[in-house]
T-cell receptor, first 114, second 108 residues
Framework: DSGVTQTPKHLITATGQRVTLRCSPR?????VYWYQQSLDQGLQFLIQ???????AKGNILERFSAQQFPDLHSELNLSSLELGDSALYFC?????????????FGPGTRLLVL | KNEVEQSPQNLTAQEGEFITINCSYS?????LHWLQQHPGGGIVSLFM???GKKKHGRLIATINIQEKHSSLHITASHPRDSAVYIC??????????FGKGTKLSVKP
């Protein structure tokens, strides 16, 4: 158990819908990263927050948004869903911002868009 | 060219064999992570390296910064080591760039 929690574990929805994925980092960790794992693209970085502020952005679509709340949990919002958004979404947390820190991964949310 | 490339893509070994997975990375990456992903999907961090060598049990990871190359070794492999091993480079803010993974199958 990494100490990072994600809900829900599974999500099935239809095209055009909007969903919210939630992540609670390990106690004491200030950085939260969101990653997407799809069959064709593999694992890719979406967005990073540190202590409530966005710090880095990767291949995140405009239909997707995220935020980190004062209690440090984070939410990833996916809207106008398309079939291609079906993927495993992971969040990870680390203590700070440096590149030399271990990241602890949550169990992931498996999203299926029908 | 991908920023992080690993090889081989697939690897089958007999129990007890010594296994090596290689990873090459590009400029702009100065820390390297090795991750393990089990069939259920969960990802576990094995090592984070910025120099030298680290060992944990039967797993050894090395990095050569000049050559931008890292290796993950598994000694005395066991069927429970069967998983996908992923090499990932860390950017300046810590976000990771992933290799495509190596699917390891260890046969009893």
């Amino acid at each position: 158990d990494s100490g990072v929690t994600q809900t829900p574990k599974h999500l099935i929805t239809a095209t055009g819908q909007r969903v919210t994925l939630r992540c609670s980092p390990r106690s004491g960790d200030l950085s939260v990263y969101w990653y997407q794992q799809s069959l064709d693209q593999g694992l890719q970085f979406l967005i990073q927050y540190y202590n409530g502020e966005e710090r880095a952005k990767g291949n995140i679509l405009e239909r997707f948004s995220a935020q980190q709340f004062p209690d440090l949990h984070s939410e990833l919002n996916l809207s106008s869903l398309e079939l291609g958004d079906s993927a495993l979404y992971f969040c990870a947390s680390s203590v700070g911002l440096t590149r030399q820190e271990t990241q602890y991964f949550g169990p992931g949310t498996r999203l299926l868009v029908l | 060219k991908n920023e992080v490339e690993q090889s081989p893509q697939n690897l089958t070994a007999q129990e007890g064999e010594f296994i090596t997975i290689n990873c090459s990375y590009s400029v702009g990456i100065s820390a390297l992570h090795w991750l393990q992903q089990h069939p259920g999907g969960g990802i576990v961090s094995l090592f984070m390296l910025s120099s030298g060598k680290k060992k944990h049990g039967r797993l050894i990871a090395t990095i050569n910064i000049q050559e931008k190359h890292s290796s993950l070794h598994i000694t005395a492999s066991h069927p429970r080591d069967s998983a996908v091993y992923i090499c990932a480079g860390a950017r300046s803010q810590g976000n990771l760039i992933f290799g495509k993974g190596t699917k390891l199958s260890v046969k009893p």
